[in-house]
């Protein structure tokens, strides 16, 4: 079974920096794309970045651009988000999905999900 677990979200003062993590297991996630989306409340599931399967290829929503960046370790199923300059409108439970194949900035092509994380961005 499939499952993708994040991890690293928490409280943090506008300006500063959090890394979440996320952990896939159940397959072998090395030829899968990776990415990572977010959710404020009211708010519909926003793209926020995604990495190929290969590591060479990374994409960003425009608010994050600039900010964030997306890597994977080296086993390749394990994904990180680095956030800096965090902002308050940065707040959001951030998940981590994954699909097979090349990399898209759509939700609904994404075929796992992870249950989320919550990131807040104190003003």
């Known amino acids: 079974q499939v499952q993708l677990v994040e991890s690293g979200g928490g409280l943090v003062q506008a300006g500063g920096s959090l890394r979440l993590s996320c952990a896939a297991s159940?397959?072998?996630?090395?030829?899968?794309?990776m990415g990572w989306f977010r959710q404020a409340p009211g708010k519909e599931r926003d793209f926020v970045a995604a990495i190929s399967w290969t590591g060479g290829g990374t994409y960003y929503g425009d608010s994050v651009k600039g900010r964030f960046t997306i890597s994977r370790g080296s086993a390749k199923n394990t994904v990180y988000l680095q956030m800096n300059s965090l902002k308050p409108e940065d707040t959001a439970v951030y998940y981590c999905?994954?699909?097979?194949?090349?990399?898209?900035?759509?939700?609904?092509?994404?075929?796992?999900w992870g249950q989320g994380t919550q990131v807040t961005g104190a003003s």
């Open positions: 159940g397959r072998t996630f090395s030829r899968y794309t």
């Open positions: 999905a994954a699909r097979e194949g090349l990399s898209s900035r759509s939700r609904s092509e994404y075929d796992y």
